[in-house]
């Protein structure tokens, strides 16, 4: 197996070249799934923060801003999230410490929401 994920074609052509019909279907099948998986975003980081279970001001802060996505909380930053109004450490922390866990937890959340996904995190 190749950990360089670069081959040149003339290399892939002459070791699929080896293989026989069922191998390449195989092996064709298995590079499609795994082209699906990377060209797909990080789905944590499309989480809503209604499913991220905050209190309600920390929801109203990043509401009232435009904040729906994790994604969005990162790109944001936390320091920016508490210039906010009516964000204050308390607040900032809180939704800090719901995304960092969501973050270590990220492979335990694909298709999780709700309590579910409070759950997974261990944020219930």
Do not use: W
């Given at each position: 197996?190749?950990?360089n994920?670069?081959?040149?074609?003339?290399?892939?052509?002459?070791?699929?070249?080896?293989?026989?019909?069922?191998?390449?279907?195989?092996?064709?099948?298995?590079?499609?799934?795994?082209?699906?998986?990377?060209?797909?975003p990080?789905?944590y980081?499309?989480?809503?923060?209604?499913d991220?279970?905050?209190?309600?001001?920390?929801?109203?802060?990043?509401k009232?801003?435009?904040?729906?996505t994790?994604?969005?909380i990162?790109?944001?930053?936390?320091?920016?999230?508490?210039?906010?109004?009516?964000?204050?450490?308390?607040?900032?922390?809180?939704?800090?410490?719901?995304?960092?866990?969501?973050v270590?937890?990220?492979?335990?959340?694909?298709?999780l929401?709700?309590?579910?996904?409070?759950?997974?995190?261990?944020?219930?």
């Open positions: 197996m190749y950990s994920p670069v081959i040149l074609d003339d290399e892939l052509r002459a070791h699929l070249n080896r293989l026989n019909e069922a191998d390449c279907v195989a092996a064709m099948k298995i590079l499609r799934q795994r082209l699906t998986v990377l060209r797909k990080d789905y980081l499309s989480i809503t923060v209604e991220l279970q905050l209190s309600t001001r920390a929801f109203d802060v990043l009232a801003n435009h904040l729906e994790v994604m969005d990162l790109e944001c930053g936390y320091d920016n999230i508490g210039l906010f109004r009516h964000a204050g450490q308390h607040t900032v922390n809180e939704i800090k410490n719901k995304v960092e866990r969501l270590a937890n990220k492979n335990k959340v694909r298709g929401t709700g309590q579910d996904l409070a759950r997974a995190i261990g944020v219930e």
